[in-house]
């Protein structure tokens, strides 16, 4: 009975933690986007640059070419009205946090950010968008 008794106190304790360590990780990745956020509303695409993965950087080579591709496929992410965090998930080795996107004009976007580790520090892999632009209600 005792062995019974410490094998659930273990795993409480256990599940406990995870949920604690799963909270911090996602507390962390919102905070990186939410940085990101920032210096585009500050028009700092310098600064919003930083926040990308060395893949991305490399992709992009440049904040001049990052900001050409935010402004033209991704504008929503310039000065969003109001960000709403839904799940983070783990898949294929990546975390990914769905993130909603409410533009000035009111329309709703729903983005998929690929969220890599590197340094300890969250940087943004990539962002996907999962569905069209609709009005919010």
Aim: proline fraction near 4%; glycine fraction near 6%.
């Amino acid at each position: 009975m005792r062995g019974v008794f410490i094998s659930v106190v273990f795993g409480l304790v256990l599940t406990f933690v995870s949920a604690l360590s799963a909270s911090a990780q996602q507390t962390e990745i919102e905070g990186t986007i939410n940085l990101q956020f920032d210096a585009f509303k500050a028009d700092d695409f310098a600064g919003a640059f930083e926040f990308a993965s060395p893949n991305l950087q490399l992709l992009f080579q440049s904040p001049e070419n990052f900001k050409r591709m935010i402004t033209t496929g991704y504008p929503m992410v310039q000065r969003p009205a109001e960000v709403t965090y839904l799940e983070l998930r783990e898949f294929a080795g990546s975390m990914w946090q769905k993130v909603q996107i409410i533009d000035g004009k009111g329309y709703s976007h729903l983005l998929d950010y690929e969220m890599v580790q590197i340094d300890e520090e969250w940087r943004i892999a990539s962002v996907r968008m999962l569905n069209a632009p609709a009005v919010s209600a």
